[in-house]
């Protein structure tokens, strides 16, 4: 009786232990509704999907997107980390169509994301932003500090550049997505690296474990007779993890 009573102690414990292990690291699934692919070979709007909030006492340690469906990230949809605090993640995607036709491809996303106890800081995330920056004028490319948008001259101009801040001691940097956003848009992360819309141009010039750069440029406008421009902002968001 003695030894039952032992075993059953033992078992016990080790269950107790085995159940405090697992809450050490709370995992959710989130499911979008099903998505439409664009037209043809040509991208979907941008659709957002936002992580549920962090249990309390917990915090945002990492976050995955990937979709159920005809499409998949990184080859035929963009998929990225558009905002991270310590109890959310929220997600953008788009989709391309893959035939001609209407847009009738559908796609599920599934956020996959975990929560770390606070005090264990596996991974932490930074977000940089560029001030406002002016684009070309009429049709060039460009990319200006000025005070205002006559002061822009009316031709093609040099790239903007954001960085993320550099890691901690013990950290490296695991994943970042750029954004672009104001009057014109663009964005990649480290599968989509060089991107060329219609309005604005992004491309990943450095990435390393310990530094991410990002250049941009933005389009200029034409205004009936005049030309004109407009003011977009870089934004880049960095996820660091710790060195094992």
């Known amino acids: 009786m003695r030894l039952l009573r032992l075993i059953t102690f033992i078992l016990c414990a080790f269950g107790l232990a085995q159940e405090g292990r697992s809450q050490e690291v709370v995992t959710k699934v989130k499911r979008s509704p099903p998505r439409a692919s664009g037209e043809g070979r040509e991208y979907s709007a941008w659709y957002l999907l936002k992580s549920d909030p962090a249990p309390p006492g917990y915090a945002v340690s990492d976050s995955q997107l990937k979709l159920e469906g005809p499409n998949s990230c990184g080859t035929t949809a963009q998929c990225l980390e558009g905002e991270r605090t310590e109890s959310t993640s929220t997600w953008l995607f788009r989709i391309q ?10 796609n599920v996303a599934l956020l996959t994301t975990k929560y770390r106890k606070i005090g264990t800081e596996a991974s932490y995330t930074t977000t940089a932003r560029t001030p406002e920056k002016f684009s070309s004028r009429g049709g060039y490319f460009g990319c200006f500090d000025a005070a ?22 013990g950290y490296r940097i695991k994943s970042a997505s750029f954004s672009l956003e104001g009057d014109r848009s663009c964005v990649g992360n480290d599968f989509d690296r060089e991107i060329e819309d219609d309005g604005a141009a992004c491309r990943l010039t450095t990435r390393t474990d310990g530094q ?33």
């Open 212 to 244: 991410v750069t990002w250049q941009f440029k933005m389009l200029g406008h034409t205004d009936g007779p005049s030309n004109t421009a407009e003011k977009s902002f870089g934004k880049l968001v960095a996820v660091y993890e710790k060195i094992q």
């Open 148 to 169: 205002n948008a006559t002061a822009v001259p009316e031709n093609d101009g040099p790239w903007c550049s954001l960085s993320a801040l550099p890691p901690k001691p």
């Open 97 to 106: 169509g893959q035939t001609g036709g209407s847009a009738s491809a559908t």
